[in-house]
């Protein structure tokens, strides 16, 4: 078998303008800057040990923005510790005014769906640890159910499928 990856190290984002993106990263994310190059690029990172997890490259104000559902990247989605920091998270992005698109429960994780400056998606969320999943193979089987993540985002929470009984 062929060596593979360790882990996906880095993404790479186009953003109009990398100083407005890297304030937005910064500021509601509390990214580490480890390179800024104004009017170019910013090389940022949740985690300090990586020379940078996401690099915003500015391409100008005049380029078009994201469009929903388009092909290419939906997401990048950083990972919380815990539920209860995402429940603080979730306060910082209340008290910001940052609009949220979605809040998901996917059975062994909820994430919180954001946009951007420039319309790139970010999620933050929290997964249960590994020996928690209902199962080893298929990690969002919708019979698992729902709700094990009870928090301030649910009257937000987007409509769950309801299980169809059998006849």
Request: without cysteine; charged residues 30%; negative net charge.
């Amino acid at each position: 078998m062929a060596k593979r990856p360790m882990y996906l190290g880095h993404v790479n984002v186009y953003v109009r303008n990398a100083e407005r993106a890297k304030e937005w990263y910064e500021d509601l994310l509390g990214l580490h800057v480890y390179d800024y190059r104004p009017g170019f690029a910013a090389f940022m990172s949740a985690d300090e040990d990586q020379s940078h997890e996401v690099a915003l490259m500015q391409i100008g104000d005049d380029a078009p923005l994201q469009q929903r559902r388009q092909v290419g990247l939906n997401h990048m989605a950083w990972r919380l510790e815990s539920l209860d920091d995402l429940k603080e998270f979730y306060g910082r992005i209340k008290a910001k005014g940052q609009p949220i698109d979605h809040i998901s429960d996917h059975g062994i994780s909820l994430g919180i769906y954001l946009r951007d400056p420039d319309g790139n998606g970010v999620e933050v969320y929290y997964e249960l640890p590994r020996a928690e999943w209902p199962s080893k193979d298929r990690v969002f089987a919708k019979e698992w159910g729902r709700g094990r993540f009870p928090g301030p985002w649910d009257a937000e929470m987007e409509p769950q499928p309801q299980p169809v009984a059998a006849e």
